[in-house]
């Protein structure tokens, strides 16, 4: 039997994708496992988002490849993804010894390709990175194993054209699954023992945009929220990632009609200039911004909110990002995600070149995470003495205890039996770590 072995780089969507992927290869009889070494086939599921992504995977290949001439690798080592959608048959120049090559659209072919490069003596590379425009057929299976948070693919693909952005070149056009065969995974998963559904889509918060309209003035990804919401068994709901505008007075208020909705959202707001976001092609203003985090805030009680923002877009000032700063130090983001602005070659921004300083990017940075850490550590502390729920995921990384989570997506560690795995808890915070609470059963 063959051991396969998938590491992956990258978003939940990615992380999805290796799971399907686990999931096709293991009906087909292959072993599929954690750990690299003994593994005779790897497969590393990549990212494209920024170049660091990009180099993380390709040295990662790199060193595969290189212990293979030396005798001792994987006898066969594959790209999947995004990168391998972006960049296809190039990647060979960079690893001409890699085996195979299978873009985000073309994973359940996985299988048949191992099997014809595993069936040759000296097979040549296969590179599959065909765009399909269909969904449900894309979409590998899942395991049986019971999962009690569970990622669920609902929309691919972007249609918007933000100027750093990669992702339309590496997911496709902007195309969203049916409500039916959503709702039928939601059901099957929920039958399974899953508590917690984040639903998926690069964009997912314009869910049914252009393929499904709006009845009775609710937007597709609301009227969607509200069915799952009647799944029994399903607790709670999370969705990621999205976009400001994609925040409309229904979604807004869906914080305050369903109580299976989490009181944590993401929202990327890239910059607190306008003048940036307009280069950007970011279609808000900061005002903007204002008002959602405000009515988020007032909707739902508690809610916390995490963005995405790029330091050093080409023509960034000083003042422009004395704007961003401003913004993120007035809104007091619990989380944010804070990115040195990395060129992309065949995005709509490439030409405006990379004109701020790498010093100065770093600089930048460096003003908002330590914005972000003190924000985080007052936060963290602040939770240690009250009472929150938790829901059990799982056991702990380190072993011994258990692991879960509270709505706002804290991580909490608890000790308990693993009976209580899957179930809702309350918890009184004892301490606080970097990125967890400790906790104990109230
Ligand atoms: N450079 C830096 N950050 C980027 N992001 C997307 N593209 C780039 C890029 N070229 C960031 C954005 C996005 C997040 C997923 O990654 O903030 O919201
Ligand atoms: Fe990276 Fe975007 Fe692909 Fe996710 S969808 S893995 S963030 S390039």
């Known amino acids: 039997m063959h051991r396969v072995h998938i590491r992956t780089y990258g978003c939940q969507m990615n992380e999805r994708d290796s799971e399907g992927v686990a999931a096709l290869l293991r009906a087909k009889g292959y072993q599929v496992q954690a750990e690299e070494a003994g593994a005779d086939i790897v497969l590393i599921n990549t990212c494209s988002i920024r170049g660091l992504a990009e180099e993380k995977a390709i040295g990662k290949a790199d060193h595969l490849l290189r212990d293979r001439r030396a005798g001792k690798g994987p006898r066969l080592v594959g790209i999947l993804g995004c990168m391998a959608q972006n960049r296809g048959a190039d990647l060979l120049e960079r690893l001409p010894d890699l085996d195979l090559v299978v873009g985000t659209q073309r994973l359940r072919h996985i299988p048949d390709h191992l099997g014809r490069l595993l ?9 599959d990175v065909a765009e399909e425009a269909g969904f449900e057929d894309a979409l590998p299976g899942r395991d049986e194993a019971r999962q009690v948070a569970a990622f669920v693919s609902i929309q691919q693909g972007c249609d918007m054209r933000c100027a750093y952005c990669v992702v339309p070149r590496t997911r496709g056009r902007e195309r969203s699954r049916s409500p039916e065969s959503i709702l039928a995974e939601v059901r099957a998963l929920a039958a399974a023992g899953t508590r917690e559904v984040t639903l998926l889509g690069q964009i997912v918060n314009q869910y049914g945009r252009g393929s499904q309209r709006a009845e009775g003035g609710v937007s597709p990804f609301v009227a969607l929220l509200r069915r799952v919401a009647e799944v029994p068994g399903i607790a709670r709901i999370r969705y990621t990632a999205c976009h400001p505008i994609g925040y409309r007075p229904d979604l807004v208020a869906a914080h305050a009609e369903l109580p299976q909705l989490c009181g944590h959202v993401h929202l990327p707001f890239q910059s607190g200039s306008d003048r940036i976001l307009r280069a950007m092609n970011r279609p808000y203003l900061a005002e903007r911004i204002r008002r959602l985090a405000t009515a988020l805030r007032e909707a739902r009680p508690g809610m916390t909110l995490s963005t995405d923002v790029i330091v050093g877009f080409p023509g960034e000032t000083e ?12 809104l007091g983001f619990e989380h944010g995600f804070l990115f040195k602005y990395s060129p992309r070659p065949g995005t709509p921004g490439f030409a405006l070149g990379d004109n701020v300083p790498a010093a100065e990017k770093e600089a930048r940075l460096a003003r908002l995470q330590e914005i972000l850490a003190l924000r985080s550590s007052t936060e963290n502390l602040r939770q240690v003495g009250t009472t929150q729920r938790v829901l059990v995921e799982g056991p702990d990384r380190r072993g011994g205890r258990l692991m879960g989570r509270t709505e706002n997506e804290r991580r909490v560690v608890l000790d308990g039996p693993a009976s209580l795995i899957g179930e809702l808890v309350d918890v009184r915070i004892t301490g606080a770590g970097q990125t967890y609470l400790d906790g104990a059963r109230a």
């Open 119 to 127: 069936g040759e003596p000296a097979p040549a590379a296969r590179v």
């Open 319 to 330: 003042e422009d990002f004395a704007r961003t700063e401003a913004l993120f130090r007035e």
